[in-house]
């Protein structure tokens, strides 16, 4: 069943993400020519909910998108950020990441795929509660 259509200025390109949030609610796209500009888009109303900006664009969205991913300029390395595009922490490891992160359901968990064939899970509330005893917490 079509839901309806999302005006665009541009052509939906092969490769591009439509990343949407893990319970399906949120979905974050290019509506225009501008890759640094998604717009939030409620599922399945396809209510505009606002925009976002950052040069990479989101990967991943958590739920609600509380918490959101990207890849930085490193192809080894994912940036974790808050809803305001503030950067809270760095993953990845030796290897290039194959795949793009995932949020659990319950935005717990970051999860992201490497070229050597292994899957990497980020547990997020011990990463946050690890770096919040060094005072580099959120």
Known sequence: KELGAIPMTRSVRYGDLLPLDPGGKVMA??????????????????????????DQGPRALGPDVRLW????????????RGRD??????????????????????????????????????DLRQVQRRLGEVDLGW
């Open 29 to 54: 796209i290019s509506t225009s020519n501008d890759d640094k500009h998604k717009t939030l888009f409620a599922m399945p109303s396809m209510k505009m909910l606002g925009t976002m900006d950052h």
């Open 69 to 80: 991913s990207t890849l930085l300029s490193d192809p080894r390395r994912l940036s974790l």
């Open 85 to 122: 595009g503030t950067h809270l922490a760095t993953f990845g490891l030796d290897s290039q990441i194959s795949s793009s992160p995932s949020f659990a359901p319950d935005g717990g968990r970051l999860a992201w795929g490497s070229s050597q064939g292994f899957v990497y899970v980020a």
